[in-house]
């Protein structure tokens, strides 16, 4: 069972083609609205207190109290359309062939920001926001069902900063990541493939003579159905993130910012349902202690890709600024996933990632309309750490994508505002051709054998509205 995939989700990063998030990755695509109407390319520019996510250095260009409280709310539009998924025996896996809609129809994400001038130099800073993030949910008898069915990952970081100012020209700034991430994964179990395997290797009538034996029917052996897997973990983990800004002069400024990696050991449960596979409690009992399949603890150990971020802002008159930025992201952390089933004889489940490392580059723009509103706008260009579509698997089906955000800043007195964002991304179509390389009658080791071959294909559409007051 890909139960592995609890990591995945955690790790890395808000989202991608499946429609979990504007970012490659599992990463969710937006924690400041502000920076949503830029495509996420002000980093440098430090325009209110959600600074803090893009670079804790820019607390220390921020007077008095700041607070931003605001939501991202994502809609995306996702197909799916099998090209011939199969089983490990080689057969087809049946069930529907194509999938519209899995993701959900719309989610939110909030986000909350507050900045504190100590001093002249020295001012504090706190942001709770959504760093990952997926929620996918596939027909249980569509054709890829034996790698999953339904993945969920929900996560939130509160992260208090500090920003030192040791001069006009040099900011500092230092962070703590404490990261809560909690997941589900839900997938088919191969039944039907596993009885036909045991009867073409001879074990078959041996396990029709257990099942009758025990006051079974084994010939509901022939029509059952598949069983299902779900497996759930939770866990905190700690890490922290830096930021330096040099203002070169009044007009003109450049960023660097890290966030660091952060390890995860997530401990949860799996659970084996085989009650629906046929009518015959006895049947499934027997099928499901075949299947060295019982429920039990489950852990999985991660570590999320650390981004690395340079920024550049230029105001070039009253009116007109312009802004860029270029984020690597080290995804090569995600190699292999073992997912362990404590406390028993199965094997790890193996989920083969092996994500490159990308790049994500954005540019972006704000015109002073009048003095009471601010206009902003940005592209960007986001690669998907998916390798190939050998490794592209239905958990994370992402792919490059190229972002067009629009936004808004409008004061509705000197010390309010509301920020506004909209933003389009749009998904190249995403083929995959993933097979599991253990099978249900194999030994030492958990999986289905499936290959599940097909596309996708994902648009999606994020709307953000914040709050801004300053004290």
């Not at 596979?277 to 489950?298: H, K």
């Not at 362990?340 to 092996?354: K, L, N, P, S």
Request: one cysteine or more.
């Amino acid at each position: 069972m890909k139960q592995k995939h609890l990591h995945c989700m955690i790790a890395l990063a808000l989202a991608g083609a499946c429609a979990t998030a504007g970012a490659s990755g599992y990463r969710f695509g937006s924690q400041s609205i502000s920076a949503q109407g830029t495509a996420e390319a002000n980093g440098a520019e430090a325009a209110d207190a959600s600074t803090v996510f893009a670079n804790p250095a820019g607390l220390s260009r921020l007077e008095g109290r700041q607070f931003s409280g605001g939501v991202t709310a994502l809609v995306p539009h996702s197909t799916y359309q099998d090209a011939g998924s199969t089983r490990f025996t080689g057969g087809p896996t049946g069930g529907k062939a194509s999938q519209d809609d899995y993701a959900p129809s719309a989610v939110a994400a909030p986000s909350l920001y507050y900045s504190h001038q100590i001093d002249n130099r020295w001012t504090a800073g706190f942001g709770a926001f959504v760093p990952f993030g997926t929620d996918l949910s596939y027909d249980r008898d569509w054709a890829g069902r034996y790698s999953l069915t339904e993945i969920k990952l929900e996560s939130l970081t509160l992260n208090p900063s500090i920003a030192f100012k040791l001069n006009e020209q040099h900011a500092f700034g230092f962070g703590i990541d404490v990261d809560y991430m909690k997941a589900s994964l839900a997938q088919a179990v191969d039944v039907p493939g596993t009885i036909v395997a045991a009867q073409h290797g001879g074990t078959g009538a041996v396990l029709a003579r257990q099942i009758a034996a025990l006051g079974g029917n084994p010939a509901l052996l022939a029509g059952a159905g598949d069983a299902y897997a779900r497996v759930k973990g939770k866990d905190w983990g700690v890490g922290f993130n830096l930021g330096y800004i040099f203002t070169l002069d009044q007009a003109t400024r450049f960023g660097i910012a890290y966030r660091s990696s952060i390890k995860h050991e997530l401990t949860g449960s799996a659970a084996w349902d085989f009650s629906a596979v046929t009518l015959d409690p006895v049947v499934n009992g027997v099928l499901q202690g075949a299947s060295r399949r019982q429920n039990s603890d489950a852990r999985v150990e991660l570590r999320t890709p650390e981004t690395l971020s340079l920024s550049a802002f230029h105001q070039f008159d009253p009116r007109w600024a312009g802004m860029a930025d270029v984020t690597w992201s080290r995804n090569s952390r995600m190699r292999n996933i073992d997912i362990e089933f404590v406390g028993t004889e199965e094997g790890d489940e193996v989920i083969r990632q092996q994500w490159k490392n990308t790049v994500r580059v954005s540019l972006g723009a704000s015109y002073k309309l009048n003095d009471d509103v601010t206009l902003r706008g940005g592209l960007a260009h986001d690669n998907a750490p998916v390798a190939s579509r050998e490794l592209r698997h239905a958990a994370l089906p992402d792919a490059d994508r190229n972002q067009l955000s629009f936004g808004a800043n409008w004061k509705l007195g000197p010390s309010s505002s509301i920020d506004l964002a909209y933003s389009y991304l749009d998904f190249k179509d995403a083929a995959g051709n993933y097979t599991n390389n253990c099978n249900p009658v194999a030994v030492g080791c958990t999986g289905n054998g499936e290959t599940t071959r097909g596309t996708w294909k994902t648009h999606m559409q994020l709307l953000g509205v914040a709050y801004n007051q300053r004290f």
